[in-house]
T-cell receptor
Framework: RKEVEQDPGPFNVPEGATVAFNCTYS??????FFWYRQDCRKEPKLLMS???SGNEDGRFTAQLNRASQYISLLIRDSKLSDSATYLC????????????FGTGTRLQVFP | DAGVTQSPTHLIKTRGQQVTLRCSPK?????VSWYQQALGQGPQFIFQ???????QRGNFPDRFSGHQYPNYSSELNVNALLLGDSALYLC????????????FGSGTRLTVV
């Protein structure tokens, strides 16, 4: 079983749609969680950290369910510029901040 | 303030050759991690350097080695290249115990032929 699992997609949605991505992780001891965004042939960039209480940044909302070991990302009012791959990331080791990435979920927003 | 810089941006090597990739961390960062990203996959952790020592290693053979210099810059060396080593190699820098917030360079795209 992979340490971090995501649906690879692609998710094809029209502009203005709401889309949700989910991710599960296997290590119950994981402490830090993130969503990174990666554009085609570019480096991953931190989109947002994910906290147990849930957190929002503009059109983006992230939620963490520790009991189910489940992380989600909700994007409201999708823009063409949201088209990218969204990587679910878990901190695999508190001592070293080793990051464990999912395979990514590809989002394509069309006009 | 320069972010994480990597060189070269692209590289083509032949099977069996050796390669060295370079990384300069973001100003003020003391920790460098290296990741390998194969096409269609998420980045995979290779190893991390802190205080010029390898602090943790992922599931990679010892053909993969590294180094960190006193100025925190780092190198990734891969010996006896295989076709399967073709990937995007990403360097990420962070502050020690910075709660996982790592900044990535734009990567080196290595093609082994």
């Amino acid at each position: 079983r992979k340490e971090v699992e995501q649906d690879p997609g692609p998710f094809n949605v029209p502009e203005g749609a709401t889309v949700a991505f989910n991710c599960t992780y296997s290590n119950s001891a994981s402490q830090s969680f993130f969503w990174y965004r990666q554009d085609c042939r570019k480096e991953p960039k931190l989109l947002m950290s994910v906290y147990s209480s849930g957190n929002e940044d503009g059109r983006f909302t992230a939620q963490l369910n520790r009991a189910s070991q489940y992380i989600s990302l909700l994007i409201r009012d999708s823009k063409l510029s949201d088209s990218a791959t969204y990587l679910c990331v878990v901190n695999g080791d508190l001592r070293t901040d080793k990051l464990i990435f999912g395979t990514g979920t590809r989002l394509q927003v069309f006009p | 303030d320069a972010g994480v810089t990597q060189s070269p941006t692209h590289l083509i090597k032949t099977r069996g050759q050796q390669v060295t990739l370079r990384c300069s961390p973001k100003s003020g960062h003391d920790t460098v991690s290296w990741y390998q990203q194969a096409l269609g996959q998420g980045p995979q952790f290779i190893f991390q350097y802190y205080e010029e020592e390898e602090r943790q290693r992922g599931n990679f053979p010892d053909r993969f080695s590294g180094h960190q210099y006193p100025n925190y810059s780092s190198e990734l060396n891969v010996n006896a290249l295989l076709l399967g080593d073709s990937a995007l190699y990403l360097c990420a820098s962070s502050l020690d115990r910075g709660q996982g917030h790592q900044y990535f360079g734009s990567g080196t795209r290595l093609t082994v032929v």
